[in-house]
Structures are given as C-alpha cells and as structure tokens.
C-alpha cells in the first residue's frame, strides 16, 4: 500500500513539475524592466523616459499620462494605446481593433498628435486591426489573438519595447548574472528589425515624405551605411532620439573649416541640413518640413534632382535641395536654380 501510495505521490510530483516546465518554457523567462531595474536602476531612469517602452500601454497606464480621448470615447471603452509618448497617440477599443470612427461608426479623426495637439484621421471609417507586431511589443509571436481580443493580431510576453526585447529574457541572467550573460548585439541590423518599413533595399515614401521609422532603409541607402546605430545614438537615453556622437567628432576638418563661413558664424549646425525633417510620423509643419529626421546624409546640389521617384512611392538614396536649403526659417523664398549655384560655397 505505501509503495502505490509513494507510487502516485512520485507520479504527480512529476507531472506538476513537468507541467512547471511548460509553464516556464511558455514564458520564456521574461521577467520585465521593473525587475532589471533592481541593478541597473540609473540606465532604467533613462530608459523609462525614452520612446521604447510607450509604444503599447494598457488603458489603466496610458490614463495616467493625460492623453486626451477622441470625442465620445471613455477610458472604459479603450483596451490599450499605441504610443502616445513622443508623437502621437492612437486608440484601441475594448475588441482589440484600432478605432478608426465615432460610437456609431462615422468617420472621425482619431489619431491625437502630441506636437500641436491636433486631431487627424487614420484609416477613418476602416475596420483595422491591431497588427503592429514585432516592433511595439516584447518577445512577439504571431500566432494567437492578445488578451483574447480579435482584433489582436499575435501575443506577446509585455507591452511596449522593454529591455528584454533587445537584450533577450532576463530570468537566468537574474538568477546567477556572472554566467548567464545577456544578449548586446550592437549591430544595425538589430535596430533594423523595427525600424524598417517594406525591403531594406527600398525607402518608401507617401505625399512628398519619405513615411516614419525607415531609419534602417535610409541608412543602408546612404553616404554611413557602414556604420551602426549605437556610434552616434545612445540607446538607453532619457530623450527618443539622443546623440552621444557628434558630427564634428568624425568629420572634424569640415566642421573647423564649416565654423568659419556665414552658415557657421550662424550657429546651424550639420543636422539642419544633411538630416532635415523629410519624414512625416504625425504632423507635416510645411511643404519641406516634417517631423522625424532623414538618415540619408548626403545632399544632391543639383537643381534637376528630384527626390522622389515619379509615381511618388519610394525616395532615393541622397537628399534633395527643397529639405536641406527651401525650408521656412531658411531659404524658403528661394529657388532650387539659386540654392545650386549657393550650394558649392558651403563648406
């Protein structure tokens, strides 16, 4: 009798471990930034104050931010919200699916933009799920529904981009930190996995802007393709966009020569125009000014030099004289003939 006994007891110690096993697996020991906070707490400080981990937030966390809600709504009819931080800010219903219209399904501007605090339409009228995945979430899979909801393309182990997302599950790096080590893949190819639209050989771009997040497109196509990310921005800065290298630092003999003519007595600095705001994320404040900066670099100074291809969908490899020179603030009430022949005297 005590050996059926021990017998069974031994049996279902077993599966109740095994089944731990599964569980665990499941996870796939992902323990989220709270707990890497615990020894890395001043690169968590700045972390948390980046764009990364605000790309998903659940209702109950995004309330506390003071987001303001598209007319008719209540925060017991939003089940997340994408971003918010930086940019702007869309809604997800309580079905998982974006919204896109008012309570009776009229089209509505939706989207909120944090820069001038704008209303603008996104999708009006579609019936758009949520299918942003890999690249505003943590340790995403494409299978399944989130939450349950159905408007929930794919499941993952935490909203937002946490740390674990670029440095790999933490629950064994947690439990003995000396030999588990975490992953540090300082290639661009690693930012390249969110910040990339379509194929890495092409840019897309819609309405005279090259379209957000093509960081990587814009820098394979490029004058640095051969560097990465991580040489000019520190990824664990409090701002979403920090530079910890400076243009002077590798370019230091056109910045002393750049510091002496009109342009440099003047204080514009290298980004003004070899990474003018040619993309759009929320907001286009004129004609040649969007809101999120160019990685291509380079500037074609001639005046026949169109950026864009002809139907308007993809942008080529260097900038065009309209973003760098024919901007308000600048040169705007200038023509291209003129920014040309101005061009050559520069640097």
């Not at 993309?279 to 286009?284: G, L, P, R």
């Not at 670099?297 to 291809?309: G, H, L, R, V």
């Amino acid at each position: 009798m005590k050996r059926v006994i021990f017998f069974i007891f031994s049996f279902l110690l077993i599966f109740s471990l095994l089944g731990f096993a599964s569980e665990k697996k499941k996870g796939v020991g992902y323990v989220g930034s709270e707990v890497c906070k615990s020894c890395h707490e001043e690169i968590y400080n700045l972390f948390v104050e980046s764009g990364h981990p605000y790309k998903l937030r659940k209702a109950e966390l995004a309330k506390k931010a003071g987001l303001p809600l598209p007319k008719g709504y209540t925060w017991d009819d939003i089940s997340y919200v994408i971003g918010g931080k930086t940019k702007k800010a869309r809604y997800i219903g309580l079905d998982g699916y974006i919204i896109t219209t008012d309570k009776k399904g009229n089209k509505m501007k939706t989207q909120y933009n944090l820069e001038d605090g704008s209303w603008a339409y996104y999708h009006a009228g579609e019936i758009k799920p949520y299918k942003c995945g890999p690249c505003h979430m943590t340790n995403y899979s494409p299978e399944g529904h989130q939450d349950g909801k159905p408007g929930m393309i794919g499941t993952w182990s935490l909203d937002g981009i946490q740390c674990e997302e670029c440095h790999g599950p933490a629950s064994a790096h947690i439990e003995n930190p000396k030999v588990a080590k975490l992953t540090v893949d300082k290639s661009a190819k690693a930012c390249g996995k969110c910040h990339i639209r379509g194929s890495a050989d092409k840019i897309p771009a819609s309405k005279g802007f090259i379209r957000h997040h093509e960081q990587y497109n814009e820098l394979l196509a490029g004058a640095h393709k051969d560097l990465t990310c991580v040489e000019c921005h520190d990824p664990h800065a409090k701002a979403a966009v920090s530079i910890k290298t400076k243009c002077a630092d590798c370019h230091d003999d056109v910045a002393s020569k750049f510091a002496k003519t009109v342009h440099g007595k003047n204080q514009v600095d290298c980004i003004s125009c070899h990474m003018p705001k040619a993309a759009k994320s929320a907001i286009k404040k004129a004609k040649y000014v969007g809101d999120v900066r160019s990685h291509l670099f380079k500037i074609n100074t001639s005046a026949n030099y169109n950026m864009f291809t002809k139907d308007g969908k993809f942008a080529k490899s260097e900038l065009s004289l309209e973003f760098s020179c024919l901007i308000p603030g600048c040169h705007a009430g200038e023509t291209k003939d003129w920014a040309a022949r101005k061009a050559k005297m520069i640097h």
